[in-house]
């Protein structure tokens, strides 16, 4: 690992030509209106979104150059979650169409005061599943990227996309490209006879930078105290203190990251949560500010707008506690966007890290 700066080996390139790329599942999303219970009414509300792309989105949004590899049913539904990235100007040529499947699907129904939101995920057999060794040749894919993003989500799908994942971010690293991961830990994906903390080690082990909370640090590394975790959580109080010992033995048992991030929630009810997070590159532990989210309207890719300012953050600005800052902000902002994306511009967060949290009409 190298010996300065983080930082400076993160931005060593020129991060503004470099292209930010992912691997993962764009899925259709159904969700019901507004806060209703599903099929309250006979409609859902059909959108697209997933781990990866998301992240995608938010940096291509930041104007980056974005790419993304993924598998697609070769039908009008694949082909409109195409147009979809293309739309946020992120790079889909490198796409693979399957015939004769199908899309990842996911539902959603949100919640409210002390009602918890509820996904339901139909995923099984869906294209990404499909992809077979040399599908996607990750030396042409990977030509001119400098940073590779990937998630546990992926690979919690099923042997294929594991393996898929695994192969793309071995590839990138052995590129000399900056490798993030976001653990991502789903409890109701892995299925396929594999254990989240049997596969997701050897992705650890590929990044420079890791981004997590506190559960997938227990169910996907084995790191820290599920009991405590699980209790604080449900309390809505998180004792921030722990955590510098939680990152730092996460990168005492990775010596190849340079940095570790883990998000803080507070769950006070579905509706309100305060929201902030913590980052450690060895040397030093930061702790950013705390927000009070008081109406959630949708904390579906609050993670990944987190992942997405934290890349962005790393890539262009002078320190870590910057980066840090500038993620819990966007990531703040997200929870007030409708959709999977993060539509939250520069210009907003930089407004919020400035201290402009009043929500006025701004003529």
């Avoid at 769950?267 to 450690?280: D, E, G, K, V």
């Avoid at 980066?323 to 993060?342: P, R, T, V």
Wanted: charged share 20%; aromatic share 8%.
């Amino acid at each position: 690992m190298a010996t300065t700066d983080p930082i400076v080996t993160i931005q060593a390139g020129k991060p503004s030509e470099r292209v930010y790329s992912s691997f993962g599942e764009i899925m259709l999303r159904l969700a019901a209106p507004g806060f209703e219970r599903f099929f309250q009414s006979p409609r859902l509300q059909a959108t697209f979104g997933g781990g990866e792309s998301n992240v995608l989105a938010s940096l291509s949004l930041h104007g980056m150059r974005t790419r993304f590899f993924s598998a697609l049913p070769d039908n009008a539904i694949g082909r409109a979650a195409a147009r979809t990235l293309a739309g946020f100007g992120i790079d889909v040529s490198h796409l693979v169409w399957k015939r004769d499947s199908r899309m990842g699907t996911y539902y959603l129904e949100r919640g409210a005061e002390q009602r918890p939101s509820g996904v339901i995920y139909d995923r099984a057999g869906s294209a990404i599943n499909l992809l077979e060794a040399g599908d996607i040749g990750w030396e042409r894919a990977l030509s001119g990227c400098g940073w590779f993003h990937v998630t546990g989500i992926t690979p919690a799908l099923s042997e294929k996309a594991m393996r898929r994942a695994l192969e793309a971010a071995r590839a990138a690293r052995d590129a000399g490209i900056i490798v993030s991961c976001d653990l991502n830990f789903r409890a109701k994906l892995w299925r396929y006879g594999k254990a989240a903390a049997e596969v997701m080690p050897e992705f650890a082990s590929t990044a420079h930078v890791l981004i997590a909370n506190e559960e997938d640090c227990q169910k996907s590394l084995g790191i820290g105290n599920d009991a405590i975790d699980g209790a604080a959580a449900g309390s809505g109080s998180l004792d921030s203190s722990r955590y510098e010992s939680l990152t730092g033995e996460v990168m005492g048992r990775y010596p190849n990251l340079l940095f570790t991030a883990v998000t803080l929630r507070e769950s006070l009810s579905a509706s309100s949560n305060r929201w902030s997070a913590c980052l450690t590159d060895g040397d030093g532990f930061f702790l950013s500010k705390k927000y009070e989210i008081h109406h959630i309207v949708d904390r579906v890719g609050a993670g990944d707008s987190f992942a997405a300012g934290l890349i962005y953050g790393l890539s262009t600005m002078g320190s870590a506690r910057e980066a840090l800052e500038y993620a819990a902000a966007a990531s703040c902002l997200k929870h007030s966007i409708e959709g999977d994306f993060n539509l939250a511009t520069p210009g907003e967060i930089e407004a919020l890290l400035n201290g402009n949290a009043s929500g006025r009409i701004q003529r």
